[in-house]
């Protein structure tokens, strides 16, 4: 069965400082990924997408950017965090060929950015 | 454009009440609905899902008709039970979204007494 894993599941760090969350997901090949933020007010923003190895697309400019260096690792970075990063952060992902169909969420991590 | 409105929470209910979630959507082409779950400090998990008009999807006593003519996907419980407390999303997924990416709505916290 498929498993998606992030870590860590919290942080604190201070502004400046950068920032690496990584997601990694088992039991499947070619997943499309997802990093969502979800701030005090409860919305899902999604930040990046990717549908391949080296393939981002971002969906808001901001302070972050992505990465996918293995088939089924996303990493969310920042070389120097802000106030406003702080947030909830979720990892998903899908298979590639299930357009329709629903996303999978991994626990998220929590930053908090002081 | 694709969107999704969700009825604004909090929304309070003593244990064993009768629940409804409004979600309303507007879509271009045919979306999957969704509705999510998140327990306090969890990610996302999926409740129920309906892929198509007239479909019902249902799931620990949670069920939710797919409506085209109405363009609604509400979410109901006949008898809630105060592990249910948490915020529910509505979301939709369209073969026209790049990336296969969800739209989700605002979130609707519940909170059930016992």
């Known amino acids: 069965s498929q498993t998606i894993h992030q870590w860590p599941a919290t942080l604190v760090q201070p502004v400046g400082s950068p920032l690496s969350l990584e997601c990694t997901v088992e039991g499947t090949s070619n997943p499309n990924l997802y990093w969502y933020r979800q701030a005090a007010g409860r919305g899902l923003q999604l930040l990046f997408y990717s549908v391949g190895i080296g393939q981002i697309s971002s969906e808001v400019p901001q302070n972050l950017s992505a990465s996918r260096p293995q088939d089924r690792q996303f990493i969310l970075s920042s070389k120097k965090l802000l106030l406003s990063d702080s947030g909830f952060y979720l990892c998903?992902?899908?298979?590639?060929?299930?357009?329709?169909?629903?996303?999978?969420f991994g626990n998220g991590t929590r930053l908090t950015v002081t | 454009g694709n969107s999704v409105t969700q009825m604004e929470g909090p929304v309070t209910l003593s244990e064993e009440a009768f629940l409804t979630i409004n979600c309303t959507y507007t879509a271009t082409g045919y979306p999957s609905l969704f509705w999510y779950v998140q327990y306090p400090g969890e990610g996302l998990q999926l409740l129920l899902k309906?892929?198509?008009?007239?479909d019902k999807g249902s799931n620990k006593g949670f069920e939710a008709t797919y409506r085209k003519e109405t363009t609604s996907f509400h979410l109901e419980k006949g008898s809630v039970q105060v592990s249910d407390s948490a915020v529910y999303f509505c979301?939709?997924?369209?073969?026209?979204?790049?990336?296969?990416?969800?739209?989700f709505g605002q979130g609707t916290e519940l909170s059930v007494k016992p």
């Open positions: 979301a939709l997924t369209s073969l026209g979204l790049v990336g296969g990416k969800l739209i």
């Open positions: 309906a892929t198509k008009a007239d």
């Open positions: 998903a992902w899908r298979g590639a060929l299930g357009n329709n169909s629903p996303l999978h």
